[in-house]
Structures are given as C-alpha cells and as structure tokens.
C-alpha cells in the first residue's frame, strides 16, 4: 500500500498537531504548514505532488482562499483535492471557496472518525 501524503496548513499550532495524529492514526504521512505562504513553500518543494490539502480558511500572511487558488495554477495541483477546515459557515466564503477549486468544507471541531473518513472518501476517489 502506497503511503499518502497529506498537507494540513493552519495558524494554530493545537489545531495542526491535533489534525496531524488523527491523520497519521489514519497511517498517511503529514506535512504541515502554519499558512499559505508556508504551504505553497511545501507545494514547490515536493518533486510529486501531495495527495491532499486541509486548509484553514483564515490565516495571516496567505489565508485559505488565495493559497486555493494559486495551487489550482500549479500542474500538479489542478486536480488534487483541497478540503476546507474551519471554524466559519457562511455561504459566501463557502461559494468562495468552491468557486476557487475547493474539494469540500468541513466546520471545526470535527470528530477525528468524521475526518478520516472525509479524507478517505476524496483519496478514494482520485
């Protein structure tokens, strides 16, 4: 079974770390980032692409919706899933955020059962 590998970008610390061993319970290998800028960084130095996206929606320096878009401009992230975690449920930013190629929104807390199963489900898919 080939490991996947999965980029978690927020500005909390707790929230990352948190995030990161459900996900590595799930046995996929984490990268994390604490935002967009951080993340992009990630994007450009991995020879293949990441499997996976869980993004934070507000964060300083590049928040959820500008990194959305520039992976969307890179190749190797045109089709790759890109999952919205966070704490804000409007359906503006929602739409914003599908309009920018998201895969999906998911509001925080999250029961870690919920998350790995929304993960599997999009790796799933590809």
Do not use: G, Y
């Given at each position: 079974?080939?490991?996947?590998?999965?980029l978690v970008v927020d500005d909390s610390?707790?929230?990352?770390n948190l995030i990161?061993?459900?996900l590595a319970d799930g046995a996929y290998?984490?990268?994390?980032?604490a935002d967009g800028k951080a993340a992009m960084q990630h994007a450009h130095g991995h020879a293949a692409a990441i499997d996976l996206v869980l993004t934070d929606w507000n964060m300083p320096t590049m928040g959820g919706h500008q990194l959305i878009c520039e992976l969307r401009q890179l190749e190797n992230y045109a089709e790759t899933p890109i999952l919205v975690l966070t704490t804000?449920?409007?359906d503006t930013e929602?739409?914003?955020?599908r309009a920018a190629g998201a895969s999906g929104w998911l509001?925080?807390?999250i029961?870690?059962?919920t998350l790995l199963e929304v993960v599997g489900s999009l790796l799933d898919a590809e």
């Open positions: 079974m080939i490991t996947k590998t999965i610390t707790v929230m990352r990161a061993a459900t290998q984490v990268l994390l980032a804000e449920a409007s929602k739409s914003e955020a509001r925080k807390p029961e870690p059962a």
